[in-house]
């Protein structure tokens, strides 16, 4: 009996040693794997590709807003924002006293599903995986998946269109790059993106436009371009996002007011029997205007001077535009910001 037990557990090991003396943890950041200046942001994974062996890992360190999913065959990458069933935005008063437009129409939340973790760690090709996302005042986290199965998977962060990672999962046989080697590509990765980041720094927009970033590959700036523009009264200026993988939002209005709205732009809300539901604050997400409706700007709107694209972006899954037109009709320095990036402010000079 006894022996019989030995021999048992003598042959596990001899199954399992092999694998688990080998199976190597490769590391990838998911965002900046160093520091970058201030107002941009890289998203990426660096490296971006990687090859490793059946049952070696990948510890999937992040930095930012990033998620890391596997969508099996046939699932399309799911929306992060999506309407709250039988809600409504409802009930909110502007600065004079008047509802919004957006009374009726349903709040919108993070989907649960963008947002949750799910799988075992283990990635099953039949099954989404998903990390889940990073708290919002951390933003950072780590995420270990062990792949088996030759094969070779795409990896998406669902937050960022475009921002995917290839592991290449091949046979012992084949040779491949040692962790080493593969921090040493990533490094090579991040360096080629603050270069590109500081020529399309350097980039000047048309007349009478402000670009809410200036975006290509990996590079996101926070910013707009310019960041202050002088105009004449009864100008019209174009404000238009230039990112594949950034909303933005034009806000104008008193800073303490639109501060505000940045500070409560997405709040986690309590669900019975569930996990708190992370619903936006209308006042950022949604136009402050009906939709069509001509933007004229008198520093006065709302009451406080209150006048919101609502989010603008270049995703066509999105129900968004990516420009709004705003003329202005009174002399003045007017604030205006991002409510979904912070620190990402301007100001437009009205002259007569
Ligand atoms: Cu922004």
New binding site residues.
């Given amino acids: 009996m006894h022996k019989l037990r030995a021999a048992a557990i003598c042959v596990t090991v001899m199954l399992l040693a092999p694998a688990g003396a080998l199976a190597k943890t490769f590391t990838v950041a998911v965002g900046p794997p160093g520091k970058v200046p201030a107002h941009l942001d890289l998203s990426a994974f660096f490296p971006s590709a990687l090859t490793i062996h059946p049952d070696d890992s990948v510890r999937f360190q992040i930095n930012g807003f990033h998620d890391i999913a596997y969508l099996p065959p046939g699932m399309a990458p799911p929306p992060l924002a999506i309407p709250e069933p039988g809600s409504r935005a409802g009930y909110i008063r502007d600065a004079a006293g008047a509802p919004f437009w957006f009374d009726s129409a349903p709040k919108l939340r993070v989907n649960p599903i963008v947002a949750q973790p799910a799988g075992t760690g283990l990635l099953d090709p039949a099954a989404y995986a998903n990390s889940g996302l990073p708290s919002r005042s951390t933003l950072t986290g780590s995420y270990v998946l062990r792949f088996a199965r030759p094969s070779t998977y795409r990896l998406y962060c669902l937050v960022h269109r475009g921002m995917t990672i290839v592991v290449r999962v091949v046979p012992r046989s084949r040779r491949i790059p040692a962790p080493a080697r593969v921090q040493a590509t990533a490094q090579a990765q991040f360096r080629a993106g603050l270069h590109l980041a500081r020529r399309l720094e350097a980039f000047r927009p048309p007349r009478l436009t402000v670009l ?2 200036h975006d290509a590959g990996p590079v996101s700036w ?1 910013r707009f371009f310019p960041e202050h523009l002088r105009i004449r009264v009864g100008q019209t200026v174009t404000f238009r996002v230039d990112s594949m993988m ?4 034009i806000t104008f209005g008193p800073e303490s007011y639109t501060g505000a709205i940045e500070r409560t732009l997405n709040e986690p809300q309590p669900v019975p029997d569930g996990p708190p539901a992370v619903v936006f604050n209308p006042l950022g997400v949604y136009p402050s205007e009906p939709p069509g409706a001509p933007l004229i700007y008198t520093g006065a709107n709302h009451g406080n001077g209150f006048l919101n694209s609502g989010m603008l972006d270049t995703d066509p899954h999105t129900p968004n535009p990516s420009s709004v037109r705003i003329r202005f009709t009174r002399p003045g320095t007017y604030h205006f910001e ?1 409510v ?2 912070p620190d ?1 402010d301007g100001t437009v000079t009205v002259t007569p």
């Fill in positions: 809410a970033g926070m950034e909303p933005h939002t991002c979904i990036h990402m």
